[in-house]
């Protein structure tokens, strides 16, 4: 695989069995994504883009069809494997924060290089300088609950990107804020692939904001399309 091609998905089905009925939501779908480049995925409700992005996480597994990122086809895996492989190579961005309340923005932020073994001081000198980067060095010590809706998206961005994964999942992540401050999330978005050379899948229902995006691709019976 091209060096810069971070996922490449070949003839993914995904199907959900309901009751006697066989619900096609995936069907031969292909996707390929270079480093440094974002994606926008829209879709009506119900075309399968959680299911996707799921897929892309190795939060599930696919009926048919390859899953390569980052050269690993992530479908061959066992699940201990896959959970390792998703600590180290992707990032998650949700439209609610999930930071732990109790834990300021810098805990937040240094929580996955701890898990990951990295020293506290070094964690700490690493996650100052993401927050730095996602503009909020002057809030590192306020809790959740002490920051803006945008301020807490940007510290769940910080975390996401803190182990520097290849590529980052993000499902609706400006559904909870003002036009504003989601055109924001963009633009730093933008930043971010550039800065960390990160692939982005963002999944979103405004396609005004797809449009701020590398490319959008529709997802339609169960395929996807650039039209
Ligand atoms: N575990 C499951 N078992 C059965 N059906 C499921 C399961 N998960 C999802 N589905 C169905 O698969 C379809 C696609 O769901 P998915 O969540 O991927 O859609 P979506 O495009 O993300 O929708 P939305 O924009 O509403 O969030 C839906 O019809 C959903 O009901």
Redesign the pocket.
Known sequence: MNNHVVVKCEHLTKS?Q?GDVQ?D?LNDLNLELEAGTTLAIV??????????LHLLGTLDKPNHGSIKIKDTDTTQLNRKQQADFRNKHIGFIYQFHHLLMEFSALENVMLPLLIAGVSKSDAKKQAIAMLENVGLSHRVSHKPDQLSGGERQRVAIARALITKPALVLADEPTGNLDKDNGEKIYELINQLKVSHNTAFVV?T?DLALAAKLDKTMF?KDGKLASE
């Open positions: 959900y309901d619900l939501i879709g009506s409700s119900g075309s399968g883009k959680s299911t996707l999944v229902h997802i």
